[in-house]
């Protein structure tokens, strides 16, 4: 069974700085791209961004520069290093793990999430 | 960055209906598009991929289809866990965006 699982979030003043866990097992994490996608409070999905098998890593505009996404593939774990928080990065924070099928790739496993609340 | 316009944004539908919502890419994203159904307060949940592709243990209900630019997700004979909201995403190049979603709820 898979299980993906979010930790770290919490309330966090606007101008600080957040580092989201996801704790993984099920499938084979190395061989494995994740993602972070976020949902803000009765909003849609949102993608932040993407680590793949080796490190490399891809962000949406409106975090670009502040966050960075990492991986300890000895550990099964994704990690979100936010920093630089705005209200706006108030949200549900999701890891997510890709799947494939031929070309396509999509997000098969999900977490529950993590709720993240930048606010004075 | 690839843009994804739902439509409609909401509609009301009875148990049995037969559901279309429709999402349009800003380029050509191929058949690199999926389906996502979410229910409040829990995580999405895939239903389609590449387009037409169902997902495992996904009911025959939910089919899709389109390439390019266009593509379609219709629900055929809409059951009360189906009351939910639907996302569209595009795969094709990074940023995988999402569309706005459509929610679905009971007439």
């Known amino acids: 069974e898979v299980r993906m699982v979010e930790s770290g979030g919490g309330l966090v003043e606007p101008g600080g700085s957040l580092r989201l866990s996801c704790q993984t097992s099920g499938f084979g994490f190395s061989a494995t791209w994740l993602t972070w996608v976020r949902q803000a409070p009765g909003q849609g999905l949102e993608w932040v961004g993407r680590i793949k098998t080796g490190g490399a890593t891809d962000y949406a505009d409106p975090v670009k520069g502040r966050f960075i996404i990492s991986r300890d593939d000895s550990k099964n774990t994704i990690f979100l290093q936010m920093s630089s928080l705005k209200s706006e990065d108030t949200a549900v924070y999701h890891c997510?793990?890709?799947?494939?099928?031929?070309?396509?790739?999509?997000?098969?496993?999900w977490g529950h999430g993590a709720l993240v609340t930048v606010s004075s | 960055d690839i843009q994804m316009t739902q439509s409609p944004s909401s509609l009301s539908a009875s148990v049995g209906d037969r559901v279309t919502i429709t999402c349009r890419a800003s380029q050509s994203v191929s058949s690199h598009l999926n389906w996502y159904r979410q229910k409040p307060g829990t995580a999405p949940k895939l239903l389609i991929f590449?387009?037409?592709n169902s997902e495992d243990g996904v009911p025959p209900r939910f089919s899709g289809s389109g390439s390019g630019t266009d593509f379609t997700l219709t629900i055929s004979g809409l059951q009360p866990e189906d009351f939910a909201t639907y996302y569209c995403?595009?795969?094709?190049?990074?940023?995988?965006?999402f569309g706005q979603g459509t929610k679905v709820d009971i007439k």
């Open positions: 590449g387009a037409s």
């Open positions: 995403q595009q795969t094709y190049i990074a940023p995988y965006t």
């Open positions: 997510t793990a890709l799947s494939s099928s031929g070309r396509f790739i999509f997000d098969r496993y």
